[in-house]
Each structure stands twice: as C-alpha cells, then as structure tokens.
C-alpha cells in the first residue's frame, strides 16, 4: 500500500482551554483533492497551521512525503513541498506581481537566481497574470490578488497545495475562473486541501470532501456523502451556505 502524502496522527492543538483540535489524524494521498468544510471558528484555518508549520501541536505526529516533520517549522515545510495561501491576500503591496513570486521562488523554494527567474514567470503564466507581472501588487483587484496568492505559493514548488478561501468575495463566473486554475494544477500531480465556504467551487473539484466542528472531523467522504450526512447538516443550520448547491450535489451523487 502507498504510504500517503500528507498524514496527521492524533494531532492535538488548544490554546488554553479552547480546543482546535482533539487527537485529530487525516491523511491525503499524492495528487488527490480534499475539500474541508466547517461553520466559521471550527478550527480550519488553525488546521492549515498545523500542517504547514506556523502552528506547532501539543501532541501528535505530522508526516509529509514519508517523513516526520512535526518540529519542523513553516519555512522548512515549504522547502520540503507544502505551500499555502492565506484568506486575506499578503502581497508585498510596494513590489510588483513578478517580484513578489521571484520572491516566493527564492526564499520557499530556496531557489538560486538562474533558477528563480523562469520559475516566478511559469506561475505567472499558471495562473493567468503574466500581463500584470509588472504592476505594483497593491494596485490588483481582488481576483488578481487571488491569482497572485495562489502563484507564490506554487512558485515555491509544491506537491501539496493549500487553499484558504481563496474563493472569498468573488462573483461567480471569478470562482469559475479560480477553480479551473486549480484544476490545471492538480492535474500536473500537485494534491489539493481546500479550505471553502463557498461549497460549489470545492465540488466542482474536489473528489473527497471532509467537516471540521469542535476540533474533529465529523464526515469523510464524497462532497455529496458528506453534505448528506445529518450531523454535517446540523452544523450548518443558520449559516449562509449555499442550500441549492448542497441539495444539487446530493442529487447527483445519489447519497442518501
């Protein structure tokens, strides 16, 4: 049996007495696609944290590509293949979209000047904003933010990509536009976690879906198998996620 990618087990994280994550284990395989929902405060986002290092656990063990990186911090995760995007955009707003990935190449992916240059401009070009690659990056709306989000962290070559909303805010034919870019991604072997709130883009893409509440997860399985499920639903009453979307996806999964 393949060992997986990515694998969290019995991952524990709490500050103070609030629990992110109580003995939590998940793994994702090399190229797969996993769509993480959950009411806003569950722990998704520290949940990213864990795994990519910038948040250390209490207990528990994080392993990546065969080994155990647990103490390694988010610096040393990138260089090893685990890239991430942030719900609110963090460009260098003064430096231009070219620099800011040449900057990601560099410094996440540790690569040389030679190396860097080509590798900054195949982002670009993955992601659809090579003809803004001069322009200053606080002058991008928000979709070329997004874009620019998700090119630095593949300019630092990723086999697991992370997606923190990055569908947050925008119109429907931008979520189309975000979620084909990620297809083309994953296509090239690169595994997907996609943190969402807006449900249709992860079903659009993703193959497996998986709830976070209350520091666990309380479903896995397919988008509709999961949405179908009573206690997942009963987690999402009163929010503002998308019913039809939920219903239609149901339907054509044919779960229960």
């Known amino acids: 049996m393949t060992s997986p990618l990515l694998e969290l087990d019995r991952v524990t994280k709490r500050f103070g007495r609030v629990v992110i994550a109580e003995d939590l284990s998940f793994s994702v395989g090399a190229g797969e696609t996993v769509g993480i929902v959950g009411p806003n405060g569950a722990g998704k986002t520290s949940l990213f944290g864990l795994i990519s290092g910038d948040l250390a656990p209490n207990a528990g063990q994080v392993s990546f590509a065969g080994r155990t990186v647990t103490r390694l911090d988010s610096a040393a995760r990138c260089r090893l293949g685990i890239g991430r995007t942030y719900q609110v955009p963090r460009p260098f707003v003064d430096m231009t979209v070219f620099e800011n990935v040449l900057v990601a190449a560099q410094q996440g992916g540790r690569l040389g000047r030679k190396a860097s240059y080509p590798?900054?401009?195949?982002?670009?070009?993955?992601?659809?904003?090579?003809?803004?690659?001069?322009?200053?990056a606080g002058r991008l709306g928000l979709l070329a933010r997004k874009r620019l989000e998700i090119a630095r962290a593949l300019a630092t070559g990723p086999q697991l990509l992370l997606l923190d909303e990055v569908a947050g805010g925008l119109t429907d034919p931008e979520v189309t536009v975000l979620v084909e870019i990620v297809r083309a991604v994953n296509a090239e072997g690169v595994a997907v976690i996609w943190i969402e709130h807006v449900v249709r883009a992860l079903?659009?893409?993703?193959?497996?879906?998986?709830?976070?509440?209350?520091?666990?997860?309380?479903?896995?399985?397919?988008?509709?198998e999961v949405l179908a499920d009573p206690r997942v639903r009963e987690v999402y009453l009163g929010s503002d996620i998308d019913a039809s979307t939920i219903q239609q996806v149901i339907k054509e999964e044919g779960a229960p």
Request: charge should be negative; glycine fraction near 18%.
């Open 203 to 224: 079903t659009s893409l993703v193959t497996r879906m998986t709830c976070l509440y209350g520091g666990e997860f309380i479903g896995d399985g397919t988008p509709g």
């Open 119 to 136: 590798a900054a401009a195949a982002a670009l070009e993955r992601t659809g904003i090579a003809g803004e690659a001069n322009v200053p």
